[in-house]
């Protein structure tokens, strides 16, 4: 770089926990537009850890502290002037670590960026079922947000801060199986019941017959869900069950409570 410029200093946080599969993938990525690479880590007993030791990262082994707060406590850890905070299933495109680095290259021109996510379901990206268009701010000026929110965490800024759009794509490789999907399904379904009762919600029988039935019907048929085939059918079938499940799970807080 002509020596005029100055590259201002970019850290990657990310949050892990037996994510042998893909964790290298994710760190390979990132390698071109990092600084600094810190790996938190939720007492993995895979190879995540070693695995990790193969590339330049600061490794901190840290009980699950819940969602914000594990993000938080690896920004707490970073020393550089901007934080991009990327999961252990998703990577770069090409496009995305190109655009990165021209930000970089300029002093970054914004306190915030979003760019699009794509997720992958069993190898087959989602292109439909109200998956696509999923703009996420994930590279931002340290200083100016904090992760809130327990189950969907959410970058809440400090000031009204106008967020700059980056072309390319993060790509999610979120379930490598039905397995996998249900098994996150029936984890999520209970913190959002739980939530959704400490709130004072309700849920009734009509909630758990329609409440999936509309679910379904919004993600294949008006968000074209039909159109990424087989894998959309399961994608919006998996999806309804998770809102059968919490407005079950709700119900019966409810009952326990009575």
């Not at 002093?107 to 998956?131: E, K, L, S």
Request: hydrophobic fraction near 40%; include cysteine.
């Amino acid at each position: 770089l002509p020596k005029a410029i100055t590259v201002e200093k970019l850290v990657v946080d990310s949050i892990t926990k037996n994510e042998e599969r893909n964790i290298e993938r994710c760190l390979k990525s990132i390698m071109p537009v990092a600084d600094e690479i810190i790996v938190v880590d939720s007492l993995s007993t895979d190879k995540t850890e070693e695995i990790c030791k193969n590339f330049n990262v600061k490794f901190i082994s840290q009980k699950w502290l819940g969602y914000s707060n594990q993000k938080n406590f690896a920004n707490s850890l970073t020393t550089n002037n901007y934080i991009l905070s990327i999961d252990a299933d998703e990577c770069l495109s090409e496009e995305l670590i190109q655009s990165i680095q021209n930000e970089k290259n300029n002093n970054f021109t914004a306190q915030a960026y979003d760019f699009n996510r794509v997720t992958f379901f069993c190898g087959n990206p989602v292109r439909h079922c109200g998956w696509n268009n999923d703009y996420r701010v994930r590279l931002w000026e340290k200083d100016a947000a904090q992760w809130v929110g327990d189950i969907h965490e959410l970058l809440k800024f400090s000031n009204e801060t106008p967020v700059k759009r980056l072309s390319g794509d993060m790509l999610h490789y979120s379930f490598h199986s039905v397995e996998q999907h249900i098994e996150q399904i029936n984890t999520f379904s209970s913190l959002s019941a739980k939530a959704k009762f400490d709130k004072g919600k309700n849920s009734s029988i009509l909630a758990i017959i329609f409440q999936p039935m509309w679910r379904f019907i919004r993600m294949f048929f008006f968000q074209r869900g039909f159109l990424d085939g087989f894998t959309g059918f399961v994608v919006c079938r998996n999806s309804a069950y998770a809102v059968y499940l919490k407005y079950c799970k709700l119900y019966m807080l409810q009952k326990q409570k009575k």
